[in-house]
C-alpha cells in the first residue's frame, strides 16, 4: 500500500498531519488540544477553533485496497482509524461548553427557541437535569482522556511516526481533512482477511480429509496408533462389537466414551463422529459428564478422528486440571473446567489442550 507525498493527487492513506506521540500539545486537523495533562472538568473543552470536517464530502468513504494485505499495512489503517474516532470524540466534546451542559437551562433563558419544551418544574428537577448533564460531561472527557494515554494509542503514535519517517519526513495528512473513511476501510480489511483465512482452513481441511481416506488401514489404523502413544496406565481403548463403535475409558476420570462413527463403515471415506458417554446407551450422565459430551461433540472437525481421541485423552486429568483463565478447580457455581481448547502449536508438536470453566470461556 502507497503512502502518499503531499504532491500526490492519489491519495491512499492520509493519516493526521501531527508526528507528536501523546506529550505534544497539538494534533491537526482536530485543532489546539492540551493532551499532557487533560483536565478532568468539562471545561478544558473550549471552541478556540471552528470544527472541520471529518471528512470530505466529496470523495467516496472507502478505497480500494490490494488482494495481499501485509500486518505493516493493516497496523496503519487500524491506527488511522482510532485517530478519526479520536477527531470526533473532539468535535463532540467542542459542544460540551455551552450548548449540552447548559442545555437544560434554555427553556428558561429563552422560551422562544425551544417551543414545546416544557420549563423544568422546581429547582430541585433543574438541579438533577444540570447534574445528568454535568456527569455525562465529565464521563466523556474522561473516556478520551483514557483513549489518549493507553498503551494501544502510544502504539499507534509510533506506528504513524515510522510511516511518516520511511516517508522521506512529508506528512501522511496534507489536506486538513479526512479523503476516507478509515473505519470503513478498516472493516473492507478484516473482512478480506478473515475470508483469506477461511479459504486457507478450508484447504488445509481438504487436504487432511484425503490424507485421512489415503491411510492404510483407514479409521482402524488411526485407533492403534492412538493406543500406541496414549498412557496405558490412565487411558484405555476397549474392543466393541460393533466395528463402528469405540470405547475409550480414562480410569483416573472414571468416565467412558463411546465414540460412533455417524453413517455406518463403508458410506463414507471420510465419515464424522461422534461421542456419548455411559458404558451402555441410555446411561444415566452426571452433571460433569454432559458438560462434557456437549464440549466434545460441538468441536469443529467432527470426521478428524485423530484429534478427537486426542481431546478426549484431555479429559484423564479433568479432577487435577486447573482453569486456565483463573486458575482455579471449581467455578462460582462448583463446576470442573470441562471445556477442552486446543492452543495453537507447530505442525511438529504434539496438540496443547487447555482446560477453562464454562464461565470462563
Known sequence: MKIPSSNDP??????????QGPDNSKMTPMGTVNTNDMPTNSSAITKNEPAMPLLNPNLAPTVEVPTEISEAELQLV????????????????????????LDPLVPIVNPGAMAGRAVPKSPQMLYDQLSDAARGGVAEVTEFQNMWRSADMKAMWENIEA???RNGGRMLQPTGVWDRNYEAVLDDLMKREEAKKELQRQTQEEQDRAQIQATEGGWQAIVDGFVQKADGSAVRVVPSRNE??????????????????????GENPVPDWKVEMGSVPGSHLSKVEAAVAECVNSRARK?????????????????????????KMTDNAANLPTIRQQKQQLDSQPPIWEACHPTCV
Not at 487500524?78 to 467542542?94: F, V
Not at 463402528?244 to 463403515?265: E, S, Y
Open 10 to 19: 492519489t491519495k491512499v492513506v492520509p493519516a493526521p498531519a501531527s508526528t
Open 78 to 101: 487500524s491506527s488511522l482509524a482510532k485517530l478519526q474516532k479520536m477527531e470526533a470524540m473532539i468535535h463532540e466534546l467542542r459542544t460540551l461548553l455551552p450548548d449540552r451542559l
Open 163 to 165: 510511516e511518516i519517517k
Open 244 to 265: 463402528a463403535t469405540i470405547a475409550v475409558v480414562l480410569i483416573k476420570a472414571g468416565m467412558t466414551f463411546r465414540v460412533q462413527m455417524v453413517g455406518g463403515a
Open 303 to 327: 470426521w478428524d478422528l485423530a484429534h478427537l481421541l486426542d481431546m478426549i485423552s484431555a479429559y484423564a486429568g479433568i479432577k487435577q486440571t486447573p482453569c486456565v483463565k483463573c486458575n
